[in-house]
Every structure is written in C-alpha cells, then in structure tokens.
C-alpha cells in the first residue's frame, strides 16, 4: 500500500478542508497513478471530492463510521465503518494497487502500512491547518527518489518517493 499526497515545504496538505495548490501536473500524475486502482480515504476526504461522490475509473474504499451504506451503493463506493472492516477490505487487493489519499486522519492511521509515499513537494508555503508527517524524521522513512524541479500554475514542485523500511503488513 502507498500513500499519494502533494504537500507545501512545511508539510501542510489542506485548508479548510481543501487542497491549497491547484496543480496541473500533479493532478495528471495522481490520476495517471491511481486510475484502475484502489483509493483509501476517510469521509471528510469524500465529501470534498467534487459533488460528495467517488472518484472515476477507481475501486473507492472510504471509512465512514455512521456512514449512510445506502449513499454508498447509490454512488458506487464501499463503506467500511471501523478500521478492522476497512483492512478486511483493503487486504482483497494487491498492495501494490491500494492508495491511501487522505485526509490526514486516514494518513496517520495507514501510514505504518504504507511501503511507499508518493509525495509532491511544493516550494511554498499554503498555510496550511492540516499537516502531513515529516517523513524526513519519520523513524524507516528515507527519501528513495526525487524529480528535477518542475514549475507547475506557478509553483515549483518536485516528485518524491520515500520507502518505509518498517512497513507492517495489515
């Protein structure tokens, strides 16, 4: 399982519940990354999606305890209401193809799971209310790769990936 993310130099990933960069590149890389795959996410990171619904072309698995199992048939996403259920579901799918995409509360839970993150690096500051960890200093995480700076709507991005030596298996 890996975790995919843009985040600001100060490891910021939301306002207000939102993005805070609008990036082309990056959104083509999340989509070209994540389409025909699993995407992980918590209700809040669901309700934020365009019209509260699904992402296309992807298996979406959202933890919603309390969710509305009946919203969830009628948009086409499975619901899991406790993580117990949400790993039962997740464990049907190759590691390889599940992508956890927020919100933060899902990042910290998942993350010791994660083998990888897919993080995009904005030299900027987006005053965020909502934090990503620093996997600089996350005990197993390293940087295992990283793109040449790209400008992307204005902003100076780079492509990351950092590998956990200490994933744990769910």
């Known amino acids: 399982m890996k975790a995919i993310l843009h985040c600001d130099k100060n ?8 993005l805070m ?3 082309p590149a990056d959104m083509k890389f999340f989509r070209e990354t994540t389409s025909g795959k699993v995407v ?14 699904p992402l ?5 698995i959202v933890l919603w305890p309390g969710g509305d199992r009946e919203r969830a048939l009628g948009y086409g996403y499975t619901m899991t209401e406790s ?10 799918y190759p590691p390889d193809d599940v992508f956890v995409i927020g919100g933060a509360m ?25 934090f990503f960890p620093d996997l600089s200093r996350e005990a ?4 295992e790769s990283e793109s040449e700076e790209i400008e992307d709507n ?12 200490d994933a744990l298996g769910l």
């Open 83 to 92: 993580m117990d259920e949400l790993k039962a579901e997740i464990k049907k």
């Open 21 to 23: 960069f609008r990036l």
């Open 106 to 130: 899902m990042y910290r839970t998942m993350l010791p799971y994660c083998s990888h993150a897919l993080v995009t690096r904005v030299d900027a500051d987006g005053e965020a209310d909502t």
């Open 11 to 18: 490891w910021g990933i939301g306002r207000n519940n939102q």
């Open 140 to 143: 197993g995480w390293s940087l």
């Open 154 to 165: 204005g902003y100076k991005i780079r492509f990351c990936t950092y590998v956990n030596a």
């Open 40 to 53: 992980v996410m918590g209700s809040n990171t669901l309700l934020s999606l365009p019209g509260g619904k």
């Open 56 to 60: 296309k072309n992807r298996t979406n």
